[in-house]
């Protein structure tokens, strides 16, 4: 009986001993394939924007940080500030060409390539953050933005919303349209039109020049971003008035770009994960700018003596009927352009009419 058991007991250590390296065996030839499949990716990043600028310069910082941590390591994403690599408005033509993999800027830079692209940041009167989320992933929105770019080598995807912007530092106070006139203002994209049409000059050039050039009057005054960014560039120590709302850009979006051969290269998985991140990075940016930019008005107003102003109606009023005209030309001799344009319009009058008795019949409650 002993002899018995102990042949039992045998036969089965032989198997377990068995069933052990067959299990590592098939362990360690998984982790061999594991690791021979496993490749990784080195990409630069170039941005329109100051290294580590807050807002929108984070963007690009955060989203990097999040795809080396959700592929382990596999893509890892070095970001160039604006000037580090190349100037900011070269970003586009450098992501095309496939020099570097990707960039992060805003679309209304490339109007002078592409002038669909001005509808993929911001409209003058146009949509909110919100509301051009809305559009952009339930509204046909970014089927209309790959295939803008498609022709370009660039993939697009939505890079985080600043929310409504201010309307901009003046050194003089704007009481009629008679004021706009003359006026050098730092103003991109079609609301530039607008407002060069309205009396004014507008000029483009990055946000890293705009002290300056207000500084030595180069302009006399510009339009940036909104507190929280305009604190950091210092805009009050150059400009007095700061005027409301910032009806050039209701919401502007930017933008992150993918050259198309380095995008496809990737596997499923991290194609997965870089959309993920983006979508992450695109709805950070606005709770940050949520969050932050009403701190930094007060401080502008309380700490450093800034007089806040409204643009008065008969300006405001001016403005939009300029713009819809300036939109209307725009898009008369560009099929796709006007198709876009189309699209914002119609999308905008079914939003705005429900937001009516929504988000806007509650801010006029509370
Ligand atoms: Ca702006």
């Given at each position: 009986?002993?002899?018995?058991?102990?042949?039992?007991?045998?036969?089965?250590?032989?198997?377990?001993?068995?069933?052990f390296f067959?299990?590592?065996?098939?362990?360690?030839?998984?982790?061999?394939?594991?690791s021979?499949?496993?490749?990784?990716?080195?990409?630069?990043?170039?941005?329109?924007?100051?290294?580590?600028?807050?807002?929108?310069?984070?963007?690009?910082?955060?989203?990097?940080?999040?795809?080396?941590?959700?592929?382990?390591?596999?893509l890892?994403?070095?970001?160039?500030?604006?000037?580090?690599?190349?100037?900011?408005?070269?970003?586009?033509?450098?992501?095309?060409?496939?020099t570097?993999?990707?960039?992060?800027?805003?679309?209304?830079?490339?109007?002078?390539?592409?002038?669909?692209?001005?509808?993929?940041?911001t409209?003058?009167?146009?949509?909110?953050?919100?509301?051009?989320?809305?559009?952009?992933?339930f509204?046909?929105?970014?089927?209309?933005?790959?295939?803008?770019?498609?022709?370009?080598?660039l993939?697009p995807?939505?890079?985080g919303?600043?929310?409504?912007?201010?309307?901009?530092?003046?050194?003089?106070?704007?009481?009629?349209?008679?004021d706009?006139?003359?006026?050098r203002?730092?103003?991109?994209?079609?609301?530039?039109e607008?407002?060069?049409?309205?009396g004014?000059?507008?000029?483009?050039?990055?946000?890293?020049?705009?002290?300056?050039?207000?500084?030595?009057?180069?302009?006399?005054?510009?339009?940036?971003?909104?507190?929280?960014?305009?604190?950091?560039?210092?805009?009050?120590?150059?400009?007095?008035y700061?005027?409301?709302?910032?009806?050039?850009?209701?919401?502007a979006?930017?933008?992150?770009?993918?050259n198309?051969?380095?995008?496809?290269?990737?596997?499923d998985?991290?194609?997965?994960?870089?959309r993920?991140?983006?979508?992450?990075?695109n709805?950070?940016?606005?709770?940050?700018?949520?969050?932050?930019?009403?701190?930094?008005?007060?401080?502008?107003?309380?700490?450093?003596?800034?007089?806040?102003?409204?643009?008065?109606?008969?300006?405001?009023?001016?403005?939009?009927?300029?713009?819809?005209?300036?939109?209307?030309?725009?898009?008369?001799?560009?099929d796709?352009?006007?198709?876009?344009?189309?699209?914002?319009?119609?999308?905008?009058?079914?939003?705005?009419?429900?937001?009516?008795?929504?988000?806007?019949?509650?801010?006029d409650?509370?």
């Amino acid at each position: 009986m002993v002899g018995l058991k102990f042949c039992k007991f045998r036969k089965s250590l032989i198997l377990i001993i068995i069933s052990f390296f067959i299990v590592s065996c098939s362990d360690e030839v998984a982790q061999t394939e594991e690791s021979l499949e496993r490749k990784n990716y080195s990409w630069r990043l170039v941005t329109t924007w100051p290294k580590n600028y807050p807002g929108v310069g984070l963007g690009p910082e955060n989203f990097a940080q999040l795809v080396e941590e959700m592929t382990d390591g596999r893509l890892k994403i070095k970001v160039y500030g604006n000037g580090e690599l190349i100037p900011a408005l070269e970003v586009f033509d450098t992501v095309s060409r496939g020099t570097v993999e990707m960039g992060h800027g805003a679309a209304y830079y490339w109007i002078g390539k592409l002038p669909a692209a001005q509808f993929f940041t911001t409209l003058p009167f146009g949509l909110n953050a919100q509301e051009r989320n809305a559009w952009l992933y339930f509204g046909g929105g970014i089927e209309l933005w790959e295939k803008a770019y498609e022709p370009f080598n660039l993939i697009p995807m939505a890079g985080g919303n600043t929310g409504v912007q201010m309307g901009g530092w003046f050194n003089k106070e704007i009481n009629s349209l008679e004021d706009l006139k003359g006026i050098r203002i730092r103003m991109p994209g079609l609301a530039g039109e607008v407002f060069s049409r309205a009396g004014g000059e507008a000029v483009l050039m990055p946000g890293s020049e705009i002290f300056t050039n207000l500084q030595t009057g180069v302009i006399d005054a510009a339009e940036w971003i909104g507190p929280y960014n305009d604190l950091t560039f210092g805009f009050h120590q150059v400009a007095k008035y700061y005027y409301y709302p910032g009806w050039q850009e209701p919401g502007a979006m930017t933008e992150f770009i993918f050259n198309k051969e380095a995008f496809d290269e990737l596997p499923d998985d991290i194609k997965a994960i870089v959309r993920t991140a983006a979508r992450a990075v695109n709805q950070n940016m606005l709770d940050e700018y949520t969050a932050r930019n009403n701190k930094a008005l007060i401080s502008l107003i309380e700490d450093h003596n800034v007089i806040l102003k409204r643009f008065p109606d008969e300006v405001l009023e001016e403005l939009e009927k300029i713009s819809k005209e300036v939109l209307q030309e725009f898009v008369a001799n560009d099929d796709f352009a006007k198709e876009i344009y189309q699209s914002i319009l119609e999308f905008k009058k079914g939003v705005s009419n429900y937001h009516k008795i929504s988000e806007q019949a509650i801010y006029d409650l509370r």
